[in-house]
T-cell receptor, first 111, second 113 residues
Framework: GQQLNQSPQSMFIQEGEDVSMNCTSS?????WLWYKQDPGEGPVLLIA?????ELTSNGRLTAQFGITRKDSFLNISASIPSDVGIYFC???????????FGKGTHLIIQP | EAQVTQNPRYLITVTGKKLTVTCSQN?????MSWYRQDPGLGLRQIYY???????DKGDVPEGYKVSRKEKRNFPLILESPSPNQTSLYFC????????????FGPGTRLTVL
């Protein structure tokens, strides 16, 4: 299957700091998705991106679909305690109806 | 309430004893999928279904079976479970495909001894 490289693996930050994480792949994707998973729950969709170069915001979250279609980033501004969790990127290629997930970024916020 | 339900939520079993994890959604979604989540590996897709009687392999289908006889149900079957199938399993559904928002179930934690 396809592989997505997500980084960083974990982040320890102070409340109020901005956060940035990204995903890269050797394959071209036609859809990039960003999910968040809270402890003990299933992932929840944060942002969906469908076009190369697309920049989309959802409150304090901003994500971009890379021009090469092989990468995407997610930024969180002014982090708050409820931002704690695991963030996953996910992508769908042109050739398949399946979805490939990155390995996740653990976000830990120190008060 | 729109939701995806999975049963059981927790299961401990022994090697070789057939088991089924049920998944049901009440949103009339066409697309349903199963994932497993393992530490350090993220979520990996096992099988997915675009509609009734249409199923396809994901990235890690070995040792699993699925069926889609009705739109709302998508059971995951382990004919002969092995310890390497110990994992956290999630069922998900979306309106037409993965590019739509997928709604995830609460997860099933399976331990195979």
């Amino acid at each position: 299957g396809q592989q997505l490289n997500q980084s960083p693996q974990s982040m320890f930050i102070q409340e109020g700091e901005d956060v940035s994480m990204n995903c890269t792949s050797s394959s071209i994707f036609n859809t990039w998705l960003w999910y968040k998973q809270d402890p003990g729950e299933g992932p929840v969709l944060l942002i969906a991106l469908y076009k190369a170069g697309e920049l989309t915001s959802n409150g304090r979250l901003t994500a971009q679909f890379g021009i090469t279609r092989k990468d995407s980033f997610l930024n969180i501004s002014a982090s708050i305690p409820s931002d704690v969790g695991i963030y996953f990127c996910a992508g769908q290629t042109i050739l398949a109806d399946g979805l490939t997930f990155g390995k996740g970024t653990h976000l830990i916020i120190q008060p | 309430e729109a939701q995806v339900t999975q049963n059981p939520r927790y299961l401990i079993t022994v090697t070789g004893k057939k088991l089924t994890v049920t998944c049901s959604q009440n949103m009339n979604h066409e697309y349903m999928s199963w994932y497993r989540q393992d530490p350090g590996l993220g979520l990996r897709q096992i099988y997915y279904s675009m509609n009734v009687e249409v199923t396809d392999k994901g990235d890690v289908p070995e040792g699993y079976k699925v069926s889609r006889k009705e739109k709302r149900n998508f059971p995951l079957i382990l004919e002969s479970p092995s310890p390497n199938q110990t994992s956290l399993y999630f069922c998900a559904s979306s309106l037409t495909g993965v590019s739509d928002e997928q709604f995830f179930g609460p997860g099933t934690r399976l331990t195979v001894l």
